[in-house]
């Protein structure tokens, strides 16, 4: 029988550590925050320009675009829990994934990530 590994050492013993801990997760949410806009708007400004040609170019009969058969491709992709509506359940499914994703473990610097993030995203202004 295979014995249960001990939990790693924390590197954070005591409240200053926790607090630099603290401090860096949110600076690092913030710069998240703000790669996550200039990222989001050269996606979206892309994502534009190719439909307006694509528009373009079945206008001109260069090319037949199934947009029936693309909607309904895309709203596959954003259905994560494959129950054939979007909803609620679909957000939760996705929070989920983000939560593995960031791999967020110790309580002080996760919180301050995601307060950094919502920060940097605007949703939450701070108050001085």
């Known amino acids: 029988m295979a014995r249960a590994r001990p939990p790693p050492p924390s590197c954070l013993s005591g409240p200053k550590q926790v607090l630099q801990g603290a401090a860096l ?3 690092l949410g913030y710069a998240a925050a703000l790669g996550v806009q200039w990222v989001g708007k050269s996606v979206a400004t892309l994502i534009v320009a190719a439909g307006l040609l ?11 675009v199934p947009w029936k058969s693309l909607g309904s491709r895309f709203a596959w992709f954003l259905d ?4 054939g509506k979007l909803g609620v359940g679909d957000v939760k499914v996705g929070m989920k994934k983000a939560g593995a994703l960031l791999g967020v473990t110790r309580v002080p610097s996760g ?16 108050k001085f």
């Open 111 to 126: 919180a301050a990530f995601v307060a950094g993030l919502a920060w940097g995203l605007g949703v939450l202004p701070p």
């Open 80 to 83: 994560l829990d494959r129950d």
């Open 25 to 27: 997760s949110a600076a």
């Open 54 to 64: 694509l528009k373009w170019l079945e206008s001109k009969k260069v090319l037949r």
